[in-house]
């Protein structure tokens, strides 16, 4: 079974795994050095022109493997030497051009754009060309085609594009953080900034959770993750790494379906406020909307804030799908409550860098949260679960007309509507990647399945009711 | 103040915490003893084999759902 979707991801794994092997053994120091020539042993080239790029780019990805540039505070960045520099985002005639007496690709051109040749084919004038794309949808041969760069593609907050010698160059005024680049640049040349060393070393100062315990807080959606083995054999992993005890962030989240509840009975119209990216998308594009947004903290918060209020000493690392949750940890509001994230890709890494096989462990147990909790992981169950959270309240009088919204585009559409006071619905869910947090950039797979994977996880739940599940919180 | 903590780490939770929980809260409240016990949780006591574990101070019990009775009895009633 393939571990992950792309070689990509398997390099930066690679990558990942070496820099906790050596953070283990408190040799990291010392071993740094050799890292790139591990990952790129030559004496051929395997991925690049040369071995010794490719280990100067493996050098690169060790940097941010060890936390990145310290100077930018930033989740996501460009690595300059391994953008291959694709072409030019530009819309371009094909060989399919016939050279047609129609020419409707002209007429469509507000422009001006289009001119033709001696053998009556159409060119583009590239200074004059918006982008818009018209001319490409009028072709009857399907002759034109965009050659948009797979980041830009990706990029659905255009926060991404060419910069200085072609390479790509992020505006992190628009940046949200949620990855999309990183998992779709086919060259692995934007990377979300790790903290896995940090994650080391809380659990080795804490000597073997004698001087304070180590929390690993679990995104729901790893139940759609690690499918050559048991959740139960990922929880026995987490133990057999340092971790303390293993708390679903599920149980985060019934306690935020009960508490959004309330408050959208309060306010009348809500934004959901679970998905970091999402959050952070309102926030720097619709200044207007941010008093909308759920003063709940997130799943992911709000089983951090609980946990230490049971043990004041401990620490919270939460591990998801998710880059954005990097960002949204250092927000002052999260700070005391989380101290590391990790990505599902991290602790695929974490755990190898201990050269157990997961599959031969025995299965511990998880269990804490309600269905209604677990299932926050697909798009749609955060909705489900305010609407469930309004009648176990008692709150059903009001009427919970949710949108959800199933990607950042979706969400985008949404906001628009309600900026101008012209949306219907009263509760906009919004998830900034397809699926919800299943799409996350941090997940090791994704896959039609995933979905049922997260309902029939949801399923085995102890608590069927998030009151029920609750109840556990004396 | 007593403070009593109750194990509400996954392995604990499914031999019964909850019930454990619930049935604790009752009684405290039917002794009038909501002044004196403080009813916590705490994720994980380190001792799941022997669970559900409930805490007194420095002392670890064992406690089921059918002898919570006995339970508050013995260690809290009596000593509150």
Redesign the interface.
Known sequence: MRIFDTDVQKLKYQVLREVARHAYDDKLAECYLDIPKTIAPGPQATMRCCIYKERAIAAERVRIAMGGDKTNPHIIEVIDIACDECPVSAYEVGSACRGCLAHRCQAACPRGAISFDETKKAHIDPDKCIQCGKCASVCPYSAITSRKRPCEMACKVKAISMGKNKVAEINYSKCISCGSCVYMCPFGAVVDKSFILDAVKLIRESENNTKYHVYAVVAPSISSQFRYAKIGQVITALKKLGFYNVIEAALGADMVAYSEARELVEKGFLTSSCCPAFVDFIKKNFPKMVQHISHNFSPMVAMGEYIKKTDPDGKVVFIGPCTAKKAEAQLEKAKPFVDCVLTFEELQALIDSRDFDITQLEEDVLDNASYYGRIFARSGGLSESVAQALKEQGLDHFEVRPLVCDGIEACKAALLKANVGKLTENFIEGMSCTGGCIGGAGCLTHGAKDKTEVDKYGMEAYEKTIGDALKMLP | MMKVT?C????C??KG??QI??K??ALVAENNLKDKVD??????M?NCAEGVCVSIGEQVFSVQPDTVQTFFNDEILAKA
Do not use: V
């Open positions: 109750i509400i780490g996954s392995s939770h499914l915490s909850k929980i619930e604790l809260q009813l916590a949780g705490k994720f994980c380190g």
